[in-house]
């Protein structure tokens, strides 16, 4: 049974940090691509961060570019997501993703998602 557990979400001022992470367990994640996406209420789930099976390439939404950085650790069965410059926007349910498809964007590439872990940054 394949489990994604997240961790690391709060409540945080605007301009501060959070890092999340994305423990696996009942697979091995270092062939696939992973990733992160996040749902505030009234909204559709949306791709934030995604990371190749290497971790030498990561893709991100245009609204969190330059401010959250994806990463991985294979060994420890792991992935991460630093936020930095938090906004009040950013608010939302993380969830962590193991890919099946190619395509990073769409919620129907995820064959297995996390419960998801609430971040919530305040103005």
């Known amino acids: 049974q394949v489990q994604l557990v997240e961790s690391g979400g709060g409540l945080v001022q605007a301009g501060g940090s959070l890092r999340l992470s994305c423990v696996v367990s009942?697979?091995?994640?270092?062939?696939?691509?992973m990733g992160w996406f996040r749902q505030a209420p009234g909204n559709e789930r949306r791709f934030v961060a995604g990371?190749?099976?290497?971790?030498?390439?990561?893709y991100y939404a245009s609204s969190v570019k330059g401010r959250f950085t994806i990463s991985r650790d294979n060994a420890k069965n792991t992935v991460y997501l630093q936020m930095n410059s938090l906004k009040s926007e950013d608010t939302a349910v993380y969830y962590c993703?193991?890919?099946?498809?190619?395509?990073?964007?769409?919620?129907?590439?995820?064959?297995?998602w996390g419960q998801g872990t609430q971040v919530t940054v305040s103005s």
């Open positions: 993703a193991s890919y099946r498809g190619t395509e990073l964007e769409t919620p129907a590439s995820i064959n297995y």
């Open positions: 990371i190749n099976w290497r971790g030498d390439r990561q």
């Open positions: 009942g697979r091995t994640i270092s062939s696939y691509t």
